[in-house]
């Protein structure tokens, strides 16, 4: 009945500690504040550290813990207490002595890298290379997986799941079809557009769909894995029982209460986490965009609609025409190779302009309803001090809460709000006259006009 249950506890654990540290963690505590686009700790503290910004560099040790958010981080030195991370890139060559809790694209970690206990993880792709390791139970939700050594129990999902290292307990995972299409393509594909835009990724390996082994993979303790077919020879790798539990559709009654709520959960902590780490970045590297875009909608709301609107027929079209003209006449006419440089340019090129229409779509509209939502709310506790971090923080959840309910909140007022911020950043960025330049001209003499007398 809960074919989805590891999956979806690997992700949940994942967001919901990121979320709950977010909320209750950072204003409790004191400790050293970091905010720019290139942070180096080079020096050691003895305190807890807090770190927004683009490229988070540890090469020092942290007696305390660190909570960290930007488009990468990463840890060359030590980390004694647990590590929050929500960005693009995670890279850990060093040692984290209690909890490592991370959400990105990729999770990466070398072969001296080390986590004293637990590790909740929630990526595109989470690579543990041999020689890495976890000493508690490592919890996951991606893409595709690599695993190395873990002492305790692994539990997660992903369509592609590969074992390289020795798991010293259970293993519970849900994986994908063995026939289906790689992983990696996608994540690939998220990593040259995020390259384009300035930031590193650790490399990644080819991970096939399905449950594979590779090394001195094994697995100590009993294995129970859920996938639509079983992956041959995976018993050979395994000390204990070997548990293949078949996924089949649900029931035509439909799922249950407990999965329905599970679901609802997954979705509110997930669209409120991403969005609230797109805000972050945002309000941290692109502010003035930001501002503008929350200026338009506010001052500008009938317009943004209609404009709005437009746009998505816009992008339908020029979808079309881009796959018409590149899969129709350029690829089979031969006019370009399907590996040549022009095509992958075009599909680059394609990638960015979608990536832009998501951004606009799916997460700038929480991001911005909830500055002005959260604003207003932030307003009646205090009137006197603007809090733009606290601010995104309470109006992403409220609105990530609303469009976690199915139907009402994902199609329609998902794609109402939709409209309204597309139609905001295109009104803002599209060029115009500064407001004042006709009557600046007009009052402006004449060279040809005689003096006044």
């Not at 020096?43 to 807890?48: A, L, M, N, V």
């Not at 995972?173 to 289906?180: Q, T």
């Amino acid at each position: 009945m809960f074919a989805n249950r590891n999956y979806w506890r690997g992700v949940v654990l994942a967001g919901l500690m990121l979320a709950l540290a977010l909320l209750f963690v950072a204003p409790v505590f004191a400790g050293d504040s970091y905010e720019g686009e290139t942070i180096i700790i080079d020096e050691d503290t003895d305190d807890d550290v807090y770190a927004f910004g683009q490229e988070i560099v540890v090469d020092a040790t942290i007696n305390g813990d660190l909570i960290a958010f930007g488009s990468s981080l990463t840890i060359n030195g030590t980390v004694t207490g647990d590590v929050i991370f929500a960005g693009a890139a995670l890279t850990l060559n060093g040692t984290v002595g209690d909890d490592l809790r991370a959400a990105g694209a990729v999770l990466y970690l070398g072969e001296d890298a080390s986590v004293g206990d637990d590790f909740n993880a929630g990526a595109g792709a989470l690579e543990m290379v041999p020689g890495s390791s976890v000493g508690g139970d490592l919890f996951f939700g991606a893409g595709q997986a690599v695993i190395g050594d873990v002492a305790g129990r692994v539990a997660g999902g992903g369509e592609g799941v590969r074992i390289v290292g020795t798991v010293g307990g259970n293993a519970d995972l849900e994986v994908g079809d063995p026939n289906s299409t790689s992983p990696t393509f996608m994540v690939q594909m998220q990593q040259y557009w995020m390259q384009a835009q300035g930031v590193e990724f650790p490399p990644i390996s080819d991970v096939p769909p399905g449950l594979t082994f590779a090394g001195d993979g094994h697995v100590e303790g009993d294995l129970r894995y859920t996938a639509s077919q079983s992956s041959q020879g995976v018993q050979d790798f395994v000390g204990g029982t070997t548990d293949f539990v078949q996924q089949v559709a649900e029931e035509e009654a439909g799922p249950s209460a407990a999965m329905l709520g599970v679901r609802f959960l997954g979705r509110f902590v997930g669209l409120g986490l991403v969005a609230l780490v797109f805000g972050v970045l945002l309000q941290a590297l692109a502010p003035k965009f930001l501002d503008g875009a929350l200026d338009t909608l506010k001052t500008r709301p009938l317009p943004s609609l209609g404009v709005g609107f437009l746009g998505y027929l816009v992008y339908f079209a020029l979808v079309l025409v881009f796959v018409v003209l590149l899969f129709v006449a350029l690829i089979p006419l031969g006019v370009i190779g399907v590996g040549g440089p022009i095509a992958r340019g075009l599909l680059l090129f394609g990638a960015g302009f979608q990536t832009f229409f998501g951004l606009s779509t799916r997460w700038l509209p929480i991001i911005l309803f909830g500055l002005l939502l959260g604003g207003a709310l932030y307003g009646l506790v205090n009137k006197e001090r603007k809090a733009p971090f606290w601010s995104l923080v309470i109006g992403v959840f409220l609105i990530a809460f609303v469009l976690a309910i199915p139907i009402v909140g994902r199609l329609v007022v998902g794609g109402v709000l939709s409209l309204f911020a597309l139609g905001a950043v295109i009104l803002y960025l599209w060029p115009r006259k500064q407001a004042g330049e006709p009557a600046a001209a007009a009052d402006a003499p004449s060279l040809d006009a005689p003096p006044a007398v």
